[in-house]
Structures are given as structure tokens and as C-alpha cells.
């Protein structure tokens, strides 16, 4: 069977709630098919200690500011996943779930987005399934010898499985900084945390208020031709979240360069020596989850697909939402998918018209 809308938003998350918040402000007939059995996006799966880079006010959706979490300045990830879930129920969004899109092809002047549970013809479609879900490892010699536990960021929860073991974690960015802080404090926990260059935490009065004004600034540069602000990545890689900072200033994160490669049993260090290992966690970053697309044919250079704003080039009914400052600056935050959002939906109800 085959259901007719307008739009398809395929993802439930915060971009995808976020689009269906200005789809509906745009009076348009959408639905939100969402592969996860419960409300919440990728939130619902992260470590236990995860919490927001910015207080609860500056990290909300279009419409309805987040509620402080009591006790905690920066709220944690259960409390993200209570503000979703509410914020669906508010608005009384269409989400369908559990829905797994298998893909999305040309159908003469329409869309036709394929799913397990049957198809859905729509005149435009919003991809805002982000990067959870394409977890990256990168290619180290020895990966596939090493004999112990290798899982990624996603696999992380807390460290009380990792007791009286030794753990490596990889990776200079927040994740690698927030899980190696969680485990550092365990004295039954050997932990060593490896970078490929020397951590560089920010000041620590910039949250994620700071960032999502110096992205704003620099896709506004852009835009306007001028010289490019560096953005983010020119203030440092790690927010100083207090369990961070903890950490840090405790001298217990203290990062190592990278090994020169996995052996069967551990780690070989660049002067040759070595040492035993039982688990390496990977927070090595993501990739966007695009394959639902594949049979468009959009992708180009390492698997980019060009946009003018969120909208694909080569295909004006096809946004993409939520998957980095290439969708919309810091449109892959809380607070910065709003505002990509509502232009998506402009343009969607423009060429609907």
C-alpha cells in the first residue's frame, strides 16, 4: 500500500521534530517516520554522564524553551530525551515509529520513500536522520589483530564496565574528553587517553552559547564573501563541561600521542615499546547517514552531497537538515537546527505552491 503526502520528514530526532514544527506553522500535510521504537532521537542512546555543552534555555527547539534540569546548570541526556518527547506531544506531530526508510527514488514528479512497513509518495522530502547511527572508525594498522574490546563512542555507557581493566581511549574532541573525564575518576580503571595533536580546551566561561554564535558568524561570512572567521574550530575542540574540568584540573587527563599501531594483546607506541590492553573505545566521530538516498544519485566527493542552504542541488525537492554547519550553521545542535529548519519549510511550502 502506498500513502500520499505532501512531505516526508525521515527522522525523528530534534531535526526532524524541528522541521515538522515549521512544516506545520506552513499548513503543510506531513508526516515523521522515525526508526526508533520511542521518542527521544539518538539522545536515548547515549553514555550515562553525557550532558549539553549550554544551560537548558539555550538548547531548545523552535516554540518551547527547554525547563531547567533541577540541580544541573548543563542538563543530561535523560532530560534531553523527556524535552523531545514532550515537545512531540505538544504539537501533536505526526511521527510514525517504528518506520525504517529503506530508500528514497524519483517517481515522475514525486518522491517515492520506501519503508519496511510500505511506501509513501510525497512532493517533498526532509532527510534529518543525522550521524549516530554511522559511527567512524578510522583504518589503524593492527584493528582487526587486536583480540580485545574495540567499540565506539556509541557503545559507551558507563564506566562500571570497564572495572579492573586497561582502557585506551582515541580521540582529541569532546566525546574522547567526556568519556576519558568519566573514566579517570574509577581507581580501578587504568586509563590512558591518546590524541592526534595536543587537546585544546576552550576557556572555561564558553559554552555551547559561545559556539553557536562563532558558527552563526562564520556561515554569515561566508555567505557574504568575506574572510572566513574559522568558526568553531578557531576557539579549541573541548567544552570544559564541569566533570571535564574536574578532570583536567585534577591532572587526570592527561593525553598521550597516538599509538603507532593495535598488536594482538595491546598498543605499540612510536619508540617501539608496548603495552597491554584490554578494551580501546573509538570517539572518533561520525559520518552522516545518507544511504537512504543512494538511489538519487546526489552524492559527490567522498559522499558529500551538495546543497544551496539545506535544499540538495541536484534535487530541489530533497532537504537535508541536521547534519552539520553544511545543512545550516550548528544545525546539528538543539539550538541551532531552528532556525535551518524554518527556511527548509519556506522553501518546501514555496515550491508546493
Not at 544511504?291 to 552531497?305: K, M
Request: aromatic share 8%; proline share 5%; charged share 20%.
Amino acid at each position: 500500500m502506498t500513502h500520499t503526502v505532501d512531505v516526508v520528514v525521515i527522522g525523528g530526532g530534534q531535526a526532524g521534530l524541528a522541521a515538522g514544527y515549521h512544516l506545520r506553522r506552513n499548513k503543510l500535510d506531513f508526516v515523521i517516520l522515525d526508526a526508533q521504537s520511542t521518542p527521544g532521537g539518538a539522545w536515548q542512546h547515549t553514555w550515562d554522564s553525557l550532558h549539553l555543552f549550554s544551560p537548558a534555555a539555550f538548547s531548545s527547539l523552535p516554540g518551547r524553551i527547554m525547563p531547567a534540569q533541577p540541580g544541573q546548570e548543563y542538563p543530561g541526556a535523560a532530560h534531553v530525551v523527556q524535552y523531545l518527547t514532550d515537545y512531540e506531544q505538544r504539537y501533536d506531530l505526526p511521527v510514525h515509529r517504528p518506520v525504517r526508510v529503506r530508500g528514497v527514488r524519483r517517481d515522475g514528479t514525486r518522491l517515492r520513500v520506501e519503508t519496511d512497513t510500505g511506501d509513501w509518495s510525497a512532493r517533498a522530502v526532509v532527510s534529518a536522520t543525522g550521524t549516530w547511527w554511522r559511527p567512524f572508525m578510522p583504518a589503524v594498522s593492527g584493528r582487526d589483530l587486536f583480540a580485545g574490546r574495540q567499540l565506539h563512542t556509541t557503545g559507551y555507557g558507563r564506566p562500571s564496565g570497564f572495572a579492573g581493566q586497561r582502557v585506551v581511549v582515541v580521540g582529541g574532541g569532546n566525546s574522547g574528553a567526556q568519556i576519558a573525564a568519566d573514566l579517570a575518576t574509577h581507581e580501578d580503571i587504568d586509563l590512558t587517553w591518546v590524541t592526534q595533536r595536543l587537546p585544546r580546551f576552550l576557556a572555561d566561561d564558553i559554552d555551547g552559547r559561545a559556539l553557536f554564535d562563532a558558527a552563526t558568524a562564520r556561515r554569515r561570512a561566508l555567505d557574504e564573501g568575506r574572510t572566513d572567521t574559522g568558526g568553531v574550530a578557531s576557539l579549541g575542540d573541548i567544552v570544559a563541561v564541569p566533570p571535564v574540568r574536574v578532570a583536567r584540573d585534577g591532572g587526570l587527563l592527561k593525553a598521550q600521542p597516538l599509538f603507532e599501531r593495535l598488536t594482538a594483546d595491546g598498543v605499540r607506541w612510536n619508540d617501539g615499546t608496548t603495552a597491554r590492553v584490554d578494551a580501546v573505545i573509538w570517539c572518533t566521530g561520525f559520518r552522516p547517514a545518507l544511504s537512504h538516498l543512494a538511489a538519487l544519485g546526489l552524492r559527490g566527493v567522498r559522499g558529500h552531497i551538495a546543497t544551496d542552504g539545506t535544499r540538495a542541488a541536484d534535487e530541489p525537492r530533497l532537504h537535508l537538515l541536521g547534519y552539520g554547519d553544511w545543512t545550516g550553521p550548528a544545525s546539528a545542535t538543539l539550538i541551532g537546527v531552528g532556525r535551518p529548519a524554518r527556511e527548509a519549510a519556506a522553501g518546501i511550502a514555496e515550491l508546493l505552491a
